[in-house]
């Protein structure tokens, strides 16, 4: 049966900065929620000494709940062999990260969509920078899952493997057992495409998802699309809500994944509004999993 964790994407900014929000903190507020496992990110600035690796999940430990996986967002997509290079390297340094965390998975991405390289020359440099991490993820018992995702917070373009005929191939091209989808509906959404067309092509190796729900508040997805490039994190107007009140079918997405015997985790992507979104967020998921898998 799947389990439900939470990611805190409406305190990231605080989370990240030397002078911000305590990672204690959100843990703390956290348990409100009444979930599972909470996930975490590798840049947060209680994680950039490793001594603070057992420590943090001693703390979440102590709550009754667990660290399942570890956000990241490498950009392997540089043309630059040398800088490429570093972000695998900051990849292998977030799986021996997540392996301390007591974490299960670790998010892969593919990098930015860059003007300045064809598509298989991204997929060549993606693909390779996969495989080199894999073999740092098989040491350490990790397993690696790549989101369709739609654009980090820190970054200017948006994924290279958004659209969905680029992430089916790319998903195709690495066959490991320590390799997996992160299936987020609200990111196909944002590409002007049907989640559960996507879902279809890659249900079967889908191993985790990240929940979200989102909304237009103006304008339309063709307006996203032209919107979406040249400055850093999300266009104002695609907005996070309320799971459950957004643009997705999380009946449908559920049966397809039940269907496939799908029980991984399921960590919330929401809170842009507070925590009382993420609790009312996090009710819906775990109504919505006792209905779909029978408890």
């Known amino acids: 049966m799947p389990q439900i964790a939470a990611f805190p994407k409406g305190w990231i900014k605080e989370l990240v900065k030397p002078d911000g929000m305590s990672i204690y903190e959100w843990i703390d507020i956290s348990q409100e929620m009444g979930i599972q496992g909470l996930e975490m990110y590798n840049n947060f600035a209680d994680f950039k000494d490793p001594k603070n690796w057992a420590k943090v999940r001693a703390y979440v430990e102590a709550t009754g709940m667990v660290i399942p996986m570890l956000c990241c967002s490498p950009d392997f997509t540089i043309p630059d062999p040398e800088l490429r290079k570093a972000q695998v390297d900051h990849e292998i340094h977030s799986i021996r990260m997540s392996a301390e965390l007591g974490a299960k998975y670790c998010r892969v991405l593919s990098g930015q969509r860059r003007k300045d390289i064809t598509r298989e020359e991204g997929m060549g440099y993606v693909v390779d920078s996969i495989e080199k991490c894999l073999i740092e993820a098989e040491k350490n018992d990790i397993i690696l899952v790549i989101e369709n995702h739609y654009k980090d917070d820190f970054w200017t373009e ?29 990111n196909a959404i944002a590409a002007g495409e049907e989640p559960l067309e996507l879902l279809e092509k890659v249900k079967h190796r889908v191993l985790t998802m990240g929940a979200s729900d989102r909304y ?75 209905e779909h898998w029978g408890k």
């Open 158 to 186: 948006p994924e290279f493997a958004q659209m969905m005929d680029v992430f089916v191939e790319l998903v195709g091209r690495i066959d490991s057992p320590r390799f997996g989808v992160q299936f987020d509906p609200s």
């Open 216 to 290: 237009l508040a103006s304008g339309t997805i063709a307006d996203l699309r032209s919107a979406e490039g040249g400055s850093a994190g999300y266009v104002s107007f695609f907005k996070h809500g309320v799971i459950g009140k957004g643009l997705n079918d999380y009946d449908a997405i559920f049966k397809t994944l039940k269907g496939v015997g799908f029980d991984g985790w399921i960590s919330i992507e929401d809170g842009v509004d507070g925590m009382g979104q993420m609790i009312e967020s996090a009710d819906f998921l775990k109504a919505k999993v006792r």
